[in-house]
């Protein structure tokens, strides 16, 4: 798929002659101040070139998307984070155990388990029937979870045990600085109980490699550690005793499943006592940032890459597309993102897509619509005419193993959006659907590419089928082309950010109209 670079100027053709280190300099840095994003003291750059503002290019999410990756490193943080968002945005919060009051140019959002999320924009010429335009995404990535009993001692070491969470590259995962986040619960003084978030920023645990002195045939016979046995990281050596005050040695469970040093480092965090922790669910997360990196600064690097980009160019999407009254005036359809948990192991969970919260969201949002007017299947005529893009990563070709990709669908970074294609409907892409969206970006001048795996290989799958198959709604399944999917450090394209953004912001503004023009079933 050829490409049309929307947001950076090529870079320069470096002279042919001999060149100092400076004579270089000149020649990037001329480029990249024309091409860099805005510098910002939270955000990080893998290099140390300064940055400067761009000037002609549309405006770019990739600093927002650096900071939302930065801010979300479990799913429970990666909502919160959309729902401030979305608050500040204007967005009102919905429970799903009261009622709900809806208007037409209303925006509004709720949560499930603080880990799925569903928000949407009503338009002002809606009308019971009309359609939903979705995107949705899914908040979590393979990653090591704490067992419900953590504490564990290996020959004078106090260990963590873990339990893997997904298809991960788990080799990745060693001699890494490691540490925790997730949530807990805390008991009141009031006899009431608390759900609070808890990331804790400095490196706490590691796993390390055996050193090759006593492992000589590794680079031979390849790293295969035992998930079970090798893949527990370490926390401290064992001076448990120290950390345990005289009238802390009760028998309570938190205290017996977890370390007391763990729950000594987690009350300081969270400002509370450690008896006041009676549980957590908590992720091992990689502490290095996300920032920008390459020759030119033209990739992002960051773990979770799968799939918060997908989250956060949705997100930005919907609040964009409908933060003016006027954005909404027009608009006969309702705009929807919806970010689901548990995508890395099947959806099948009261916060997955394979649950029926979307399906009950579009129901209590055209029931609360009617107002008293009657009219036979409003919900059903309401999901005939819905669309949904299932926004999850994609395989970029890799230069050191092109031959694992299918000869005539190799998408590559910086290139668009790619569509994903499986005639075993392991992704949820028809015809039809794939013609619509890429009439958006041919009418915006977006590159898009398209990705079919070969008939060798094995193919993943997405909350696509899931919900095309559940809900009954057209679908369409795309994503950010990526390498070391699934690694603790991912990396994409900076432009690849900003063309799905500016493809999904499209969406959400004239696919209504666009859809209008085609006809299949009558």
Same mark, same amino acid.
Not at 358 to 365: E, P, T
């Given at each position: ?37 805005? %510098? ?36 429970? =943080? ?56 979705? #995107? ?14 953590? @504490? ?8 963590? +045990? ?32 608390? &759900? ?10 590691? /796993? ?49 499943? =977890? ?5 000594? #480092?987690?009350?300081?965090? #969270? ?25 030119? +600064? !033209? ?37 929807? $993102? ?6 890395? $192991? ?8 394979? @649950? ?9 949002? $055209? ?15 309401? #999901?005939?005419?819905?669309?949904? /893009?299932?926004?999850?990563? %994609? ?11 299918? !000869? ?9 959006? $790619?569509?994903? &294609? ?72 900076? !432009? ?6 500016? =493809? ?19």
């Amino acid at each position: 798929m050829a490409l049309l670079r929307l947001h950076l100027p090529r870079p320069p053709q470096l002279p042919t002659h001999p060149y100092s280190r400076s004579t270089l300099s000149s020649y990037t840095s001329t480029w990249l101040r024309s091409a860099r994003l805005p %510098a910002v003291s939270t955000r990080r750059l893998c290099s140390t070139h300064p940055a400067s503002p761009l000037e002609a290019a549309p405006p770019s999410i990739v600093a927002g998307l650096l900071d939302y990756l930065n801010d979300s490193w479990t799913q429970f =943080h990666a909502t919160a984070e959309a729902k401030r968002q979305l608050l500040d945005a204007g967005f009102k919060l919905l429970s799903e155990s009261d009622d709900w009051d809806l208007q037409p140019g209303g925006r509004y959002f709720f949560t499930r388990n603080m880990s799925c999320l569903v928000a949407f924009a009503i338009g002002e010429k809606y009308r019971v029937g009309n359609g939903f335009n979705i #995107i949705a995404a899914h908040t979590d990535s393979p990653c090591l979870k704490l067992k419900p009993r953590s @504490a564990t001692f290996k020959s004078g070491h106090q260990m963590l +045990n873990v339990q893997t969470y997904g298809s991960g590259l788990w080799h990745t995962w060693f001699d890494r600085d490691l540490t925790l986040a997730g949530r807990v619960i805390l008991k009141a003084a009031d006899g009431s109980f608390k &759900h609070k978030l808890v990331k804790i920023t400095r490196p706490l645990i590691r /796993v390390p490699t055996l050193a090759i002195h006593l492992n000589r045939t590794v680079n031979s016979d390849g790293f295969k550690p035992n998930l079970e046995t090798h893949l527990v990281p370490l926390l401290a050596t064992k001076h448990e005793e120290a950390t345990i005050n005289s009238d802390d040695k009760s028998s309570s469970s938190t205290k017996v499943a =977890h370390h007391p040093l763990l729950l000594q #480092i987690l009350s300081e965090e #969270i400002g509370c006592q450690s008896d006041e922790i009676i549980g957590m669910e908590l992720n091992v997360c990689d502490t290095q940032p996300s920032c920008l990196g390459g020759g030119y +600064n !033209e990739f992002i690097y960051s773990g979770r890459l799968d799939n918060l980009a997908s989250c956060y160019c949705a997100l930005r999407s919907l609040m964009d597309s409908s933060k003016a009254a006027e954005q909404l005036s027009n608009e006969k359809a309702i705009r929807m $993102v919806a970010m689901f948990d548990n995508e890395e $192991v099947g959806s099948d969970s009261m916060q997955g897509a394979g @649950a029926p919260t979307m399906f009950q969201a579009m129901r209590r949002i $055209v029931d609360s619509l009617m107002h008293q007017s009657m009219g036979e299947g409003a919900l059903e005529r309401a #999901i005939h005419s819905s669309f949904l /893009v299932s926004a999850d990563m %994609a395989h970029a070709l890799h230069p050191n193993y092109s031959d694992k990709h299918e !000869e005539c669908h190799r998408p590559e970074l910086q290139k668009g959006l $790619v569509i994903k &294609h499986n005639a075993n409907q392991r992704y949820a892409t028809s015809a039809i659907t794939a013609f619509l969206f890429k009439e958006i970006a041919r009418i915006q001048n977006l590159p898009v590419q398209e990705f079919v795996v070969r008939n060798d290989m094995g193919c993943g799958s997405t909350i696509g089928p899931i919900l095309a198959s559940g809900v009954g709604i057209r679908t369409v399944d795309c994503g950010i082309p990526q390498l070391s999917m699934h690694s603790i450090r991912e990396m994409c394209g900076k !432009e690849d950010v900003d063309t799905t953004y500016r =493809h999904f912001k499209a969406f959400f503004e004239m696919f209504s109209d666009i859809d209008r023009k085609l006809n299949v079933d009558f």
